[in-house]
Structures are given as structure tokens and as C-alpha cells.
């Protein structure tokens, strides 16, 4: 089992930048494959970036440039840096631990783009 808690969501104007946070507990860490999700209103849960146990990443192709992943086995933690954010950037994101056939999920953090 994993539990899994995301901070720093919060509102922000368009070009502004935030730092999500995901702090992991209950397993060994660095075993998993750690993703960002999101999900607008009305719309799927979509895959924002995901870094594997190694360190390799990958990105939406509509926050590549923008958004950058990384992650502290040591701290079990996750981060999303978000720059240049846009109003279609709003949603709530959710921090994913992903390994085989099992998800383990956060409860999310809303982020919210508009002046």
C-alpha cells in the first residue's frame, strides 16, 4: 500500500508558475513509477508528466517546455514544477504511484489559472 498526498495547488494568473508537491508513504519509494494527472471539468483524467524509478521522464506534449518533473527517493517525494501557466492548465491534479498492474492514487489539489 501506498498513501499518497499532494500540496501546493492554489490560484494563479496566466504566466505565472507553481510548484506542486506529492509526499509518498507506506512502501519503498523509489520501486514505483510516479506520475502527475489531471482533470478539468468535463473532461478525462488526462497524463501531465511521469518519471520512472530511473529518472526518465515524459511529458503531454501540452506542457512539454512548461512543466518539469522530478523526484526524491531519498524523501520519497514527488514535484511538478508548472511555468508559463495557461487558463487550460485548471484542473485538479493527482499524484499516481504506478507499478505492474497497480495504481495507487492521491485525493488531489486544485489548480486554478485565471486572472
Known amino acids: 500500500q501506498v498513501q499518497l498526498v499532494e500540496s501546493g495547488g492554489g490560484l494563479v494568473q496566466p504566466g505565472g508558475s507553481l510548484m506542486l508537491s506529492c509526499a509518498a508513504s507506506g512502501s519503498i519509494f523509489s520501486i514505483y513509477t510516479m506520475g502527475w494527472y489531471r482533470q478539468a471539468p468535463g473532461k478525462q483524467r488526462e497524463l501531465v508528466a511521469a518519471i520512472t524509478s530511473a529518472g526518465s521522464t515524459n511529458y503531454a506534449d501540452s506542457v512539454k517546455g512548461r512543466f518539469t518533473i522530478s523526484r526524491d527517493n531519498a524523501k520519497s517525494t514527488m514535484n511538478l514544477q508548472m511555468n508559463s501557466l495557461k487558463p487550460e492548465d485548471t484542473a485538479v491534479y493527482y499524484c499516481?504511484?504506478?507499478?505492474?498492474?497497480?495504481?495507487?492514487w492521491g485525493s488531489g489539489t486544485l489548480v486554478t489559472v485565471s486572472s
Open positions: 499516481n504511484a504506478h507499478r505492474f498492474s497497480v495504481d495507487y
